[in-house]
């Protein structure tokens, strides 16, 4: 599985981060800022847990907590058909409720994701990881309207859909069910694609005494475990031991592909079906023959993911204070 190539002198593999912060999107950004491993080379905002105004804002401030000055992009406000649903009742009105951390200055007139996207694959020396944490609106849109952008995207590792149950209904993930269309685009575009989906995302679980060990590592640390607080409470009503950071499974599959475990299969997403749509349906048994397309994640080294996720918030320290 191609995994991005160093930048030269950098050593790092080049990535761009598109999110819907979010509290696991913004856990996802502090991995990939931490971790020592990428260089960010630009972050772009898409609608799904909140409004793209929302998730835009919220983007700017986890980039201003990093101290990192990279172009970010808001993105469309809706989907490519359909109108939008968002997360609130689990990522809050704002979409990262409850999270006290600073406004940025925003531009009077924020740059379009799909400039920033365009522009950052095109402009690249390298191929370019893209890393969707959120619907795939921005990708799609820029794939449809600039498909010369490919040439530049070594593999999309994508956070989304699911092998088995859905979460925001019984048959779809919620990144997949908010744009389904967008989601067939990115299937069928061609492009390496890695889908990280409930089904290991669901194993990359923090418990609540390591949201405590993560709160005594800076001020980075403080910021991670405030947000875990927050979004472990949807997910303790539902039941669950401990908090899935769903985006950050994704992140690390970019720096440590080792970390999953993958197998090729062919996806195809359902956008009709009353009670389906949304839903991946994820072909691992090779049953309709159609030509694989994706490379799915079944497992995730758990362990391994911990390990990552503390070693990068305790490099991050008291972050852009340094
Ligand atoms: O289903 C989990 C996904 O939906 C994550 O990306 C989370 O941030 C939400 O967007
Ligand atoms: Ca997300």
């Known amino acids: 599985m191609g995994d991005g190539k160093a930048m030269q002198g950098t050593g790092r593999i080049p990535v761009v981060i598109d999110c819907d912060p979010g509290y696991d999107d913004a856990i996802a950004l502090m991995l990939a800022a931490g971790c020592g491993q990428l260089e960010i080379l630009a972050v ?6 909140g409004p793209v105004d929302s998730t835009y804002r919220n983007a700017a401030r986890v980039l201003r907590f990093l101290g990192m000055d990279v172009p970010l992009g808001k993105g469309r406000a809706k989907p490519l058909l359909g109108y939008l649903v968002t997360s609130g009742a689990v990522h809050g009105k704002s979409a990262m409720d409850g999270v006290a951390l600073p406004d940025p200055a925003l531009p009077e007139v924020p740059p379009a994701a799909f400039d920033v996207l365009t522009k950052t694959l095109l402009d690249s020396p390298r191929k370019v990881l893209l890393v969707p944490t959120g619907p795939l609106t921005n990708v799609a849109v820029a794939l449809l309207a600039r498909p010369e ?5 070594e593999r999309i590792i994508w956070m989304g859909g699911a092998i088995g149950k859905g979460n925001i209904t019984p048959s779809a993930e919620f990144n997949a069910y908010v744009d389904p269309e967008a989601a067939r685009v990115v299937f069928d575009s061609g492009l390496p694609v890695t889908m990280v989906g409930l089904d290991v995302t669901h194993k990359a679980l923090i418990y609540p005494e390591q949201v405590e060990d993560l709160r005594g590592l800076g001020k980075a640390g403080e910021l991670a475990a405030e947000i875990l607080d927050r979004y472990s409470a949807a ?3 539902r039941g669950f031991a401990g908090v899935p950071i769903h985006d ?3 992140v690390a599959a970019a720096f440590e592909p ?3 475990k993958t197998q090729r299969a ?9 009670h389906t749509r949304g839903r991946t349906v994820v072909d691992l048994s090779v049953t309709t023959g159609r030509e694989p397309n994706c490379d799915v994640a079944v497992d995730i080294d758990r362990e391994r993911f911990v390990e990552l996720l503390f070693s ?3 490099n991050l320290g008291d972050s852009d204070e340094e």
């Open 44 to 49: 772009t905002a898409v609608a799904g847990n």
């Open 149 to 153: 952008i490919a040439d530049k995207i």
């Open 235 to 237: 997910y303790k009503r």
């Open 248 to 250: 950050a499974a994704a």
């Open 258 to 260: 080792g970390i999953i």
């Open 266 to 274: 062919r996806v195809d997403v359902e956008l009709s079906g009353e």
């Open 312 to 314: 990068a918030i305790g």
